[in-house]
């Protein structure tokens, strides 16, 4: 509650929180949710538009094809946002980034405002490129620029918001695409077109507000800059010892320019960081809560819930990860990050083996069929508890300013590329492995807990230049470690190059 407070207390903050999640990972939600309720109007719609200009329909095998198109484009323009962000966020500033971001949304807005009128199916499919690689800017720029604008205190639970936007996304999307709403025949390119909203939210708040601090003095050498925004955003007058820690890091990256993302798996001072990036960012891609999502339909279905109410269920499975991540931001600070994880993948592998037994005696015996569904509930929840929210921090707090951004596209490429795999082996995997299909999935999930457990620190209440110095003892033997290099007096950054 005294995190709350402070935050409250600074109410710039607050507000710079609420700008950047809603045109930044609340967008990436909203958009991967959103699609599911017009599927079949575009398909029709995709169709039609053929006839009319060939005279011929579409088989069904094309339709399907172009509407497969329509969705994997979403990761992999991803992908490209992802490896654009990091050059992006050195060049123009993390809040820039953001608003520059926005363009790719009212052009994507327009494209599929406009599509049925123009009679164009490939107008979606460009759409949903643009969108794909906004989304993939935005979840790489949000995190890093919370993480260095929040205090030590807070840094946590401000760079956790970023997963309350996405679970926030995904039920706004859910909701928005009710058949009451804007899910019917006559009015998906407005759904679709809807993105729009949150975009210019952001583009009239978020130029109110300041840059991260630690771009301004670390990247810019902007020292009366930097204290204006620290100001504002600690809403008090007195940021000394703040400004003397930034001066500390600022001297610590003297003479550095931003590293290039194959340089972090060259430097030896960097190998745990790097390992735990990429072993904690592939098992929450892989732990399965994506395709939780896909198997709840069925397992509703089976439960006997009417094929008309089945939509509001799904809603509750978004709402489950929404309070859940929730929960995890006003506790982060208390707990730490490891136990989060730990408990989080163990709660994911316990209820992910009830889901399994459940599935492969649901056909004898009736109730069966309500505990799968109870598990897919209790399983999201996990999700949301800790991997949800927790390994998008990693890249903010295990690398210190000048691979900060190449971490973030190591992490943003190693996310889209992840989700493209599961969404290509998921179909195959449910056709070979049936009632088992969690258990690859379940494995993951031990690992990274295990992975947790062993071989990530603690950062809770540390500064950068601590955890620092912790990794760099981890990393080296204590013979070999010499601790930072400070270079004497700062100078201005130059490192717009990645």
């Not at 053929?50 to 198109?69: E, F, M």
């Not at 599935?359 to 991997?387: D, E, T, V």
Request: glycine letters at 10%; hydrophobic letters at 50%; a neutral charge.
């Amino acid at each position: 509650m005294g995190a709350l407070r402070r935050l409250i207390q600074g109410r710039t903050l607050l507000l710079t929180i609420c700008a950047a999640g809603i045109g930044g990972t609340f967008q990436f939600g909203y958009n991967l949710s959103v699609i599911n309720a017009p599927t079949l109007y575009i398909q029709e719609f995709t169709n039609d538009t053929w006839r009319a200009r060939t005279g011929r329909p579409l088989s069904d095998r094309l339709v399907l094809l172009v509407w497969s198109l329509i969705v994997s484009l979403y990761p992999l323009g991803g992908l490209f946002g992802a490896l654009l962000a990091g050059p992006l966020a050195v060049m123009v500033g993390r809040k820039k980034s953001l608003l520059v971001n926005n363009i790719l949304v009212v052009a994507a807005a327009a494209l599929f405002g406009f599509s049925r009128e123009a009679g164009s199916f490939e107008m979606i499919i460009l759409g949903r490129l643009l969108m794909g690689v906004s989304a993939g800017v935005s979840m790489n720029i949000q995190p890093m620029y919370l993480g260095e604008s929040a205090p030590k205190e807070l840094r946590g639970a401000a760079a956790m918001t970023s997963a309350i936007f996405v679970a926030l996304g995904i039920v706004m999307g859910q909701v928005v695409g009710l058949r009451e709403l804007l899910g019917g025949p006559q009015v998906w390119p407005l759904l679709l077109a809807s993105c729009l909203v949150p975009a210019l939210f952001q583009l009239v708040i978020l130029p109110l507000l300041p840059e991260s601090p630690r771009y301004l003095l670390i990247d810019r050498g902007d020292t009366r800059a930097c204290l204006a925004a620290l100001q504002r955003l600690r809403g008090r007058e007195d940021v000394t010892e703040e400004l003397a820690e930034l001066q500390e890091e600022r001297t610590a990256c003297q003479g550095l320019r931003a590293r290039r993302p194959w340089e972090l798996f060259q430097d030896p001072t960097l190998r745990r960081q790097v390992a735990s990036l990429v072993v904690l960012g592939s098992a929450m891609e892989l732990c399965g809560n994506d395709s939780m999502y896909a198997y709840a339909s069925s397992v509703f279905r089976a439960a006997g819930i009417p094929e008309e109410k089945i939509q509001y269920a799904i809603m509750g499975t978004g709402s489950c990860e929404l309070l859940t991540a929730c929960v995890s931001c006003m506790v982060i600070e208390r707990v730490g990050r490891r136990l989060l994880l730990m408990g989080g993948y163990s709660l994911m592998t316990f209820w992910g083996s009830v889901f399994t037994v459940a599935l492969n005696l649901q056909s004898s015996i009736p109730w069966m069929s309500y505990l799968a569904m109870f598990c897919i509930f209790a399983f999201i929840l996990s999700f949301g508890i800790g991997p949800a929210g927790v390994t998008g921090i990693l890249a903010t707090e295990l690398f210190d300013q000048m691979a900060r951004p190449a971490a973030y596209m190591i992490c943003g490429a190693l996310l889209w590329i992840m989700l493209f795999l599961v969404g290509l082996i998921y179909p195959f995997l449910m056709e070979g492995l049936s009632h088992f299909l969690y258990v690859p999935f379940l494995c993951v999930c031990v690992c990274g807990a295990i992975y947790t457990c062993f071989f990530l620190p603690e950062t809770k209440g540390k500064t950068f230049l601590e955890i620092s110095e912790e990794l760099h003892r981890l990393n080296f033997s204590q013979h070999q470690s010499q601790g930072p290099l400070w270079r004497g007096a700062a100078e201005v950054i130059q490192s717009t190059e990645l």
